[in-house]
């Protein structure tokens, strides 16, 4: 069996445009993008992970806003269970520390840039149903 790996993703919105991050050479997943975030501890709500992980990952503080997609993918490491929610930034600016790079591109972009496949169904709702 699989194990199941619950993650939460956070889609910053800054002036229009979506912070994307792109995880490093010696990770699961090296040189995909993906949105920051990370795993939900036992017992923590969704938003509340995500604001935890953005502000160990990111340096910055967000308000969780809006549900736009959850998908399951089947990675060979384990089943990743993957929610994303639109983000506004509330105090601080998101830095490096993680990731090898990141971008800020509008949603018209977002397609342009090799995801991670969880976050393909997200990127797609973006880039059709939403406009910053
Ligand atoms: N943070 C984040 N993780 C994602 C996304 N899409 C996606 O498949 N993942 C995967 C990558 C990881 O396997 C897992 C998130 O765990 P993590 O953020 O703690 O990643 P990590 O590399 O530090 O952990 P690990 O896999 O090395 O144990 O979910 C995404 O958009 N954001």
């Known amino acids: ?15 229009g445009k ?15 993008w993906e949105f920051p975030g990370g795993k939900i501890e036992k017992g923590e709500l969704p938003e509340d992970a995500l604001k935890r992980e953005i502000e160990e990952e990111m340096n910055c503080k967000v308000l969780v806003k809006e549900k736009v997609e959850h998908t399951v ?31 800020w591109l509008r949603n018209n972009e977002l397609a342009s840039l090799d995801w991670a496949p969880a976050d393909i169904p997200a990127i797609e709702k973006l880039s059709k149903e939403y406009t910053f």
């Open 1 to 15: 069996m699989k194990k199941d790996i619950y993650v939460v993703g956070a889609i910053i919105v800054e002036d």
């Open 18 to 32: 979506v912070l994307c991050a792109q995880r490093g050479p010696d990770k699961s997943l090296p040189y995909k």
């Open 73 to 103: 993918y089947e990675y060979h490491f384990g089943i990743v269970h993957l929610t994303t929610f639109i983000c506004d930034l509330i105090e601080g600016y998101p830095v490096l520390t993680e990731h090898i790079a990141i971008k």
